[in-house]
């Protein structure tokens, strides 16, 4: 039998989802109580997932204004971004295994998925298939520890991505560099494919820093 999951751990994981969703943002909590209310839980578990928040930079809680999205400063942004740069154009120099053509067609899969919501506008579900595009790249590099490293970057990038994506004309853009590095991982070419994918994290670096 499974072991269900611990209050503190459901509360963090449904938080967690309504700040990627931009809830916060729309609905502004300004107290516990409204988690409380709305998670239908009480309220120890709700105050250890958002003091674990907190912890991992996502969240503040202040007793006066609530609860406060917490915001990237440009240092942050330049370290989350240069850290991506590093890991995944390092990982992709290394891949320890050829792509097979499953892999092939979960990442046109994503590249797809990512089409399809930019056409009907929904951020949030071109972010999380623009992430799954760049975690899978790194599955298929084999380094567990790199995939858990960047979980946490993306996360905490993931938020603020949905808010820099809704001001900015490059998305068709985005998408095309995905395309041309799904294409170089099809020929084998690690190194263009290194180039093309650091320009292209580059890219939405200047993006977060201009338009967030």
Same mark, same amino acid.
Request: aromatic letters at 10%; hydrophobic letters at 35%.
């Given at each position: 039998?499974?072991?269900? &999951?611990?209050?503190?751990?459901?509360?963090?994981?449904?938080?967690?989802?309504?700040?990627?969703?931009?809830? *916060?943002?729309?609905?502004?909590?300004?107290? #516990?109580?409204?988690?409380?209310?709305?998670?239908?839980?009480?309220?120890?578990?709700?105050?250890?997932?958002?003091?674990?928040?907190?912890?991992?930079?996502?969240?503040?809680?202040?007793?006066?204004?609530?609860?406060?999205? #917490?915001?990237?400063?440009?240092?942050? +942004? /330049?370290?989350?971004?240069?850290?991506?740069?590093?890991? $995944?154009?390092?990982?992709? &120099?290394?891949?320890?295994?050829?792509?097979?053509?499953?892999?092939?067609?979960?990442?046109?899969?994503?590249?797809?998925?990512?089409?399809?919501?930019?056409?009907?506008?929904?951020?949030?579900?071109?972010?999380?298939?623009?992430?799954?595009?760049? !975690?899978?790249?790194?599955?298929?590099?084999?380094?567990?520890? *790199?995939? %858990?490293?960047?979980? %946490?970057?993306?996360?905490?990038?993931? *938020?603020?991505? +949905?808010?820099?994506?809704?001001?900015? /004309?490059?998305?068709? &853009?985005?998408?095309? $560099?995905?395309?041309?590095?799904?294409? /170089?991982? &099809?020929?084998?070419?690690?190194?263009?494919?290194?180039?093309?994918? $650091?320009?292209?994290? #580059?890219?939405?670096?200047?993006?977060?820093?201009? !338009?967030?």
């Amino acid at each position: 039998m499974k072991s269900k &999951k611990p209050l503190n751990e459901i509360a963090y994981q449904r938080i967690k989802d309504k700040i990627m969703r931009g809830d *916060f943002v729309e609905k502004n909590y300004t107290s #516990q109580s409204q988690l409380v209310e709305e998670l239908n839980m009480s309220r120890t578990p709700i105050v250890v997932a958002l003091r674990r928040l907190a912890n991992e930079g996502f969240v503040r809680v202040a007793s006066k204004q609530g609860i406060i999205i #917490q915001e990237l400063s440009i240092k942050e +942004t /330049n370290e989350l971004f240069d850290m991506r740069i590093a890991l $995944e154009t390092y990982s992709i &120099k290394r891949i320890n295994h050829l792509p097979t053509d499953d892999d092939f067609q979960k990442l046109e899969q994503l590249i797809e998925e990512q089409k399809q919501s930019f056409e009907k506008e929904n951020f949030y579900n071109f972010s999380r298939a623009d992430a799954d595009f760049h !975690k899978y790249l790194l599955e298929i590099g084999g380094n567990s520890a *790199f995939i %858990n490293t960047m979980q %946490n970057i993306w996360d905490r990038l993931f *938020f603020h991505s +949905t808010l820099v994506l809704r001001k900015t /004309n490059d998305i068709p &853009k985005f998408i095309e $560099e995905h395309v041309a590095i799904l294409e /170089n991982l &099809k020929k084998g070419d690690y190194n263009s494919l290194s180039k093309v994918l $650091e320009s292209h994290i #580059q890219g939405g670096k200047m993006q977060f820093l201009e !338009k967030y």
